[in-house]
C-alpha cells in the first residue's frame, strides 16, 4: 500500500502557473503508474496526465502544451507543473497510483 499527500494548490490569476506535488509514502519506483486528475463542482473526476514507466506520458487534450507531469524518484514525489492557467482549470486535483490510490486532494482556482 501507499499513502498520497498532494500539496501547492491555491489561488493564481489566468495566465498564471502553478507546480502541484504528490508526495508517497514510500518508493515509487515500483508503482508502474502514478497520474493526476482532476474534479470541478458537479462534474465527474477526469483524467488530467499520467506516467507509466516504459511507456510515454499521457495527457488530456485540454492541457497538452501547458503541464507538464513528472517524477522525482529520488524523492518519492510525482509533480504536475501548469502554465498558462485558465478558469476552466478550477478544480480540486488528485494524485493516483495504479488509478486506485487516492490522495486527499488540493484545490486549485483560477480568476479571471
Known amino acids: 500500500q501507499v499513502q498520497l499527500v498532494e500539496s501547492g494548490g491555491g489561488l493564481v490569476q489566468a495566465g498564471g502557473s502553478l507546480r502541484l506535488s504528490c508526495a508517497a509514502s514510500?518508493?515509487?519506483?515500483?508503482?508502474?503508474?502514478m497520474g493526476w486528475y482532476r474534479q470541478a463542482p458537479g462534474k465527474q473526476r477526469e483524467l488530467v496526465a499520467t506516467f507509466t514507466i516504459g511507456l510515454s506520458t499521457n495527457y488530456a487534450d485540454s492541457v497538452k502544451g501547458r503541464f507538464t507531469i513528472s517524477r522525482d524518484v529520488g524523492k518519492n514525489t510525482v509533480y504536475l507543473q501548469m502554465k498558462d492557467l485558465k478558469p476552466e482549470d478550477t478544480a480540486v486535483y488528485y494524485c493516483?497510483?495504479?488509478?486506485?490510490?487516492w490522495g486527499q486532494g488540493t484545490q486549485v482556482t483560477v480568476s479571471s
Open positions: 493516483s497510483a495504479w488509478g486506485s490510490i
Open positions: 514510500r518508493s515509487i519506483s515500483s508503482i508502474n503508474t
